[in-house]
């Protein structure tokens, strides 16, 4: 089962940076798109940045280019190096991945199956 987990969320003040983490795992390889989206109370999730599965052409919202940067770290991990912070920042930011995974089978089969995948959240709070 593939799996996301964020980490590196919590409270800023404005101005300052944060780093978040998103680890995958559960497979054995992939091909995959992973992105960041948010959601701020009361408003629907959007994408903050994305990255092809080989971290080449970040695509980023308007509204952080210039502030945030996406990157992968390895084969499992992409960053988002968030800088200069506002008060609009805050939300939580979930991990996200679309593409095919090599999934290992109970008796040691592989196939590759097409999944999307969504991490739990971390929530990142800009405030003065």
């Known amino acids: 089962q593939v799996q996301l987990v964020e980490s590196g969320g919590g409270s800023v003040q404005p101005g300052g940076s944060l780093r978040l983490s998103c680890t ?3 497979f054995t390889s992939s091909i995959a798109e992973m992105s960041w989206y948010r ?6 999730r959007e994408l903050v940045a994305k990255t092809r599965s080989d971290g080449t052409n970040p695509n980023y919202a308007d509204s952080v280019k210039g502030r945030f940067a996406i ?5 499992n ?10 008060l609009e920042d805050t939300a939580t930011y979930y991990c996200h991945t679309d593409g095919v995974f090599l999934l290992q089978r109970p008796g040691g089969a592989v196939r590759w199956k097409q999944l999307e995948v969504w991490g739990q ?3 990142v709070t800009v405030s003065s």
């Open 24 to 26: 995958a795992s559960g």
């Open 71 to 75: 990157s992968r770290d390895d084969a």
């Open 77 to 86: 991990t992409v960053s988002l190096a968030m800088s200069s912070l506002k």
């Open 121 to 123: 959240g971390t929530l």
């Open 39 to 44: 959601q701020a109370a009361g408003k629907e």
